[in-house]
């Protein structure tokens, strides 16, 4: 069972009502502290706090932790107790750290000053392709002359193998990646740095258990494999993408770089927010028939911020209610052929963009394939794809009575190609 807090419960520590991260929050993620120090922590307002130290303090030791162990070792009973145990420290009219003022020092770090690395490491990345609305869209401008989605579309969640080794934490700065490709009316390809940079808005889930060589997950009890939810950019090159996908699939026109939210938010912390999500239909095969409500109600904003510009500019607002295929389903079909999953592995949903303009979740749909480029107010400039020296800026939330339970924000900058 898990361990959701309830929607009244308040902590000592003064939390912002439009903080992500109140008490109900309790995410997990892993901090730089320089000099290859490493720690966990979860975050409570505008501080992190350090696990570790928790543990070491002995604060934390009624509840089983009494020995400091790595992140990705902790198994999914000790991540409920220790969210558990966290809620209990930090609750409102608990003394034990509220009146240690030397641990509580040494414990309580503000999180605006740190830097944040990846909440777990990443074996292998999947990303999928459950954003209906975008599937569609991308069908309308890469094969005008066939139907938006292809056959397969609604009886499996369409996905393919990514590259783990170029999954990067927020800030850290994207490098415009070079690539083949061919103009249309070019009779062959050149290479060079990409003129069409993009970025998706994508949900990911980090597994935090996983199944033997030959098995299969279960679809009514995937969500037990997994740990948390983060924010996901899959960063794309859509001119070199173009060229090369057919008949295989994305290549390096994705494998270049996807960059991961800091805070890995609980299903529990979301647990109060869950929806049945689009009617599927037809109904999927029995292995793929999903439980009721295994979808979540998230907001998702999309920032662009040029060099030119003091603030960032709201480009896109959606939804993850858009998503066609849940967490579950993803999940339960990557595993159906018995291939073997492990802890970290991260799991993108897909572009996730809503049903109109305004609501798309790449700058290919959002500047309709170049045809309507964004104007930045503040400056003037028009953008069809991201260029260097831009960042973009993803972020999550879902809206309860009077609190928030969100996903901080996931930022890069693009740099000029090498
Ligand atoms: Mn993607």
Redesign the pocket.
Known sequence: MGFVVSPNAKSWIRVDANSHFPIQNLPFGVADLGEDSQVLVTRIGDFAVDILGLIEGGVLAEYGFDEAEGFSEIGKMNFVELRRGLYDLLREGNPKLRDNSKLKKEVMLPAEELRMLLPMEVPSFV???SGIH?ASNVGKMFRPDMPALLPNYRYLPVGYN?RASSVVPSEVPIIRPKGQTKAADADVPTFGPTQELDF?L?LGFFLIEGNEFGESIPVAQAENYIGGLVL?N?W?ARDVQRWEYQPLG?FLA?SFA?SVSPWLVTLDALEPFRIDGQKQDPEPLPHLRRPRLNHFDIVLEVSLQTEKMTAPQIISQTNSKELYWSFAQQLAHQTSNGTPTEPGDLY????ISGPEEGMFGSMLELAWRGSKPIVMNETGEERRFIEDGDTVRLTGYCVGKGYRIGFGTLENQVMPSL
């Open positions: 990303d999928f392709y975008h990514g998706e994508e996901v899959d794309s994305p994705k996807t993108a949903s897909g572009t």
